[in-house]
């Protein structure tokens, strides 16, 4: 295709968010272009899917795609991420389904503001401790009652499953030496944090930039996934490890893709993360969901802010 002189879509010609397919999963497939549609062939056949409607095309393993294909996708305003079995795991992804900067910037602003970025510590903190007051807490105090709850929900479900519980306890390098409640829990929390990556780049954020982990390139990975873990990861792993029917690793992490599916936790968690970083803003305002049009490009300003973009400024003479 000569792209030379090739106009983009604008975002007014795009079909809006909320009027897509959250995301359509695909393997062992490979995937081209007809016209403004891309095919997924398999041994079965070929099957046709407008570009359009796609809100995110998740392409797992087997999975080949063609150059047009991507080239349709991302003039479609669709992402593309490449992730593990049923999306369990996160590889690397396309174009952010954002049109704007917002999200970025406010987790930015947020991030590098020593009490903006306490608030949002401590809203994350709030999400897991329902019903309690940590807003004058320090990260201190938060970080030891965390630890408790932590220390609890893992003695909680060991006697549920009548399984012996130490302490969490992994080595990255050496799996086979972990006990089976400790490789189920590394491959839960494995594919937990695959999906919520997903999610994130999706939104436009960084998962860089955490605030109660700090200076690894998936800090706020962590810190999103850190959530759902007592109500997700823990309990599954738990239960694999009780029922020890086959290797622990693969039998974890496709328990694990049904909970996220059975319980919509990408959508959830796109929620919880513009709760945390616009708390102040309407919903409806946001262009992911709302589908409205911020593909403007303005210039900053020390004063004002912003101002317009495309304008030439200063004398003509």
């Known amino acids: 295709m000569n792209t030379i002189g ?7 010609e795009l079909v809006r968010a909320v009027d897509r397919v959250s995301f359509i999963y695909l ?6 272009r007809d016209s403004n549609a891309i095919t997924a062939t398999d041994e079965r056949g070929t099957v046709h899917i407008p570009a359009a409607s796609v809100g995110a095309l998740l392409l797992g393993p087997g999975t080949t795609i063609t150059h047009q294909a991507i080239t ?3 003039d479609s305003g669709s992402t593309v991420v490449w992730v593990g079995e049923r999306g369990v ?3 690397a992804h396309g174009s952010s389904l954002a049109r704007s900067a917002r999200m970025l910037e406010a987790q930015a602003t947020a991030v590098t503001n020593r009490q903006a970025r306490l608030r ?3 809203a994350m903190y709030a999400m897991r401790f329902p019903g309690e007051d940590v807003s004058r807490m320090a990260m201190q105090q938060l970080r030891g009652r965390e630890g408790a709850r932590v220390r609890r929900v893992y003695r909680d479900h060991a006697e549920r499953t009548g399984l012996e519980w130490t302490r969490r306890n992994y080595n990255p ?5 972990g006990d089976p409640v400790n490789q189920a829990l590394s491959a839960a929390n494995s594919a937990l944090y695959g999906a919520v990556h997903a999610v994130i780049v999706a939104l436009g954020c960084s998962p860089a930039l955490g605030f109660i982990h700090t200076g690894h390139s998936r800090s706020f990975v962590y810190d999103v996934a850190d959530l759902y873990k007592a109500e997700l990861t823990i309990p599954i792993a738990f239960d694999v490890a009780a029922e020890q029917e086959g290797d622990i690793g693969p039998l974890t992490r496709r328990a694990v893709r049904d909970a996220l599916h ?3 936790l990408l959508e959830r968690c796109a929620r919880d993360i513009r709760t945390l970083l616009l708390p102040d803003e309407d919903p409806s305002t946001d262009e992911i969901t709302s589908g409205q ?8 300003d020390e004063y004002v802010v912003t101002v317009r973009g495309g304008v030439a400024y200063g004398d003509a003479s």
């Open 6 to 12: 090739y106009r983009p879509t604008g975002p007014r």
């Open 27 to 32: 393997e062992r497939t490979v995937v081209n």
């Open 72 to 74: 349709l996708m991302a």
């Open 89 to 91: 795991r996160y590889y």
């Open 120 to 122: 949002v510590a401590r």
């Open 173 to 177: 390098e050496d799996w086979d030496a």
């Open 262 to 264: 059975d319980g919509k």
């Open 293 to 300: 049009d911020f593909d403007d490009v303005a210039l900053w």
